[in-house]
Nanobody
Framework: QVQLVQTGGGSVETGGSLRLSCAIN????????MGWWRQAPGKKREPVAR???????HYASHLRDRFTISRDIAMHTVYLQMSTLQPGDTGMYYC?????????????????WGQGTQVTVSS
């Protein structure tokens, strides 16, 4: 079994930065894909970025210049570094893990999800 524990997030002013962390507990060796999604109030969940265990990364095109996904293999943790944050980035951010090489277009392929962490960007 895999459990994901998210930390980070919080409130920041426009132009600020935040880093989210997602620790993989349990059967981390079975995880092939890790990803981040976000959901703003009243909106649908949207993909942010994902990384495979070979370090291959993919981003939502409109976020690639400001967001960076990375991982610490030894710590079994995936990070999302967010910079130049804007009010439109406000929302709940979720990390997810999958046992196959899944893409951002297939959230259903990510079997395990974190508890979510709130990011609020004020103008």
């Amino acid at each position: 079994q895999v459990q994901l524990v998210q930390t980070g997030g919080g409130s920041v002013e426009t132009g600020g930065s935040l880093r989210l962390s997602c620790a993989i507990n349990g059967d981390h060796d079975s995880v092939k894909s890790m990803g981040w999604w976000r959901q703003a109030p009243g909106k649908k969940r949207e993909p942010v970025a994902r990384i495979w265990d070979d370090d291959y990364k993919h981003y939502a095109s409109h976020l690639r210049d400001r967001f960076t996904i990375s991982r610490d293999i030894a710590m079994h943790t995936v990070y999302l570094q967010m910079s130049t944050l804007q009010p439109g980035d406000t929302g709940m951010y979720y990390c997810a893990a999958g046992r196959t090489y899944a893409g951002l277009a297939s959230p259903e392929a990510f079997q395990f999800w974190g508890q979510g962490t709130q990011v609020t960007v004020s103008s």
